[in-house]
């Protein structure tokens, strides 16, 4: 080696070459448009969203207060033509107030949803963000679908079950605040069940558990929709229970299918 190449090599700059072993960053892992926000702003933001929430949960609710007797009577009609008794004062008309509160959630859960999205949306990777739409969408589906299978199947059933049960011993005269109790704690539970397929694909799409993790599981679920069946359908008829540990079985296993075709 001559002396120059000597020089050359000493006074030659330190490669740095902890960035060339570095991977290169996936542009879906990446947070577009980042902007730097405090953990008191975060809070602020978070105030002003739950309030904004709540604003449409208040005009939703006034707003079907004031069309409460409409829906009432279709809540009505899977009862077959039972009669129904004000046991109390005031009765009917808490259960108005019972009936609007869950018919304007019902009717505001778009507007809570967006902001929602609004408040995660600048955390989420471009690869998060990807999954938003499909599951939002999903979601809102499924549970419409749960909604459906309740009021027109499950419903029906329980009804028909327990009014032919007494139907040689007792009149039907029901309380009013009771059947709504029944009525929407079985519609609301049961969309909430059909959020399985759903909560599935996210895992899947992030990694977390396989389709064929899932499929190893059988057992278990099994067992699972049965108590579920039994937890969430306020009747103790064996028909309801198992219509609802049916449609749970059927959509974890729609949700295996799902999992499998976006190859995870």
Same mark, same amino acid.
């Given at each position: ?100 509160g869950y ?27 990807? +999954?938003? /739409? ?7 589906? *499924?549970?419409?679908?749960? $909604? &459906?299978? !309740?009021?027109?199947? @499950?419903?029906?059933?329980a009804l ?32 909430l069940a ?33 108590? +579920?069946? /039994? ?7 064996? *028909?309801?229970?198992?219509? $609802? &540990?049916? !449609?749970?079985?059927? @959509? ?13």
């Open positions: 080696m001559t002396p120059s190449q000597e020089v050359d090599t000493a006074t030659a700059p330190d490669l740095d070459l902890e960035k060339y072993d570095q991977p290169e960053t996936n542009p879906l892992d990446e947070l577009p448009g980042e902007v730097e926000m405090s953990l008191f702003e975060h809070l602020e933001e978070l105030r002003q969203r739950i309030f904004y929430a709540l604003i449409a949960v208040a005009i939703s609710v006034i707003g079907c207060f004031l069309a409460v007797k409409p829906i009432v009577q279709l809540l009505e009609v899977p009862a077959q033509g039972v009669k129904f008794l004000q046991l109390a004062p005031g009765e009917y008309f808490f259960v108005s107030l019972k009936v609007a018919s304007g959630l019902l009717v505001s859960s778009p507007f809570i949803l967006y902001q929602i999205i609004q408040f995660v949306l600048p955390g989420l990777t471009r690869r998060e963000r990807r +999954l938003l /739409a499909p599951i939002v969408l999903g979601s809102s589906v *499924l549970f419409a679908a749960g $909604l &459906a299978f !309740a009021y027109y199947l @499950l419903i029906p059933a028909k079950f327990f009014i032919s049960y007494g139907a040689d011993v007792v009149e039907q005269l029901w309380s009013i605040d009771k059947y709504f109790e029944f009525v929407l704690l079985l519609l609301f539970s049961t969309g059909f959020q399985i397929p759903v909560i599935q694909l996210l895992l899947g799409a992030l990694g977390i558990v396989s389709s064929e993790t899932m499929l190893s599981g059988w057992r278990y679920v099994t067992l699972g929709a049965v108590i +579920l069946g /039994a937890v969430l359908t306020p009747s103790v008829d064996p *028909l309801t229970q198992t219509l $609802l &540990a049916g !449609a749970v079985l059927g @959509l974890y296993f729609g949700g295996i299918g799902l999992v499998k075709l976006v190859g995870k």
